[in-house]
């Protein structure tokens, strides 16, 4: 996957992943609005035949964009690796 910033504000942020599919977006849209600093957080595939979906994030306040979807995104690897060990555990057992 390739990320490339579409727009940057000082609140705002519109990028596009290239290689997206709506299963990523969807967990980051659902990570990203249990930051309370998150105004809004959507994404959108303009194309169904493309995958390239845009991600939309809008902070409340003095709060950074690209601060909310890192903390997103280490959430998402978090539930990922706790996943991983109870199917790893569950297999085994």
């Known amino acids: 996957m390739k ?3 579409l727009t940057k504000s000082e609140n705002e942020l ?3 992943i290239e290689g997206g599919t709506h299963g990523i977006c969807n967990l980051m849209q659902k990570r990203l609005l249990e930051d309370k600093t998150v105004e809004f957080a959507g994404y959108d595939v303009p194309h169904p035949l493309v995958s ?11 709060a950074k ?3 909310a979807l890192l903390k997103a995104v280490e959430k998402v690897r978090e539930s990922n690796d706790a996943f991983s060990k109870e199917l790893d555990r569950a297999l085994k057992a």
């Open 3 to 5: 990320v490339k910033i």
């Open 65 to 67: 964009p690209e601060d």
């Open 14 to 16: 519109k990028i596009e």
């Open 52 to 62: 390239s979906p845009i991600i939309y994030v809008r902070m409340k306040g003095d």
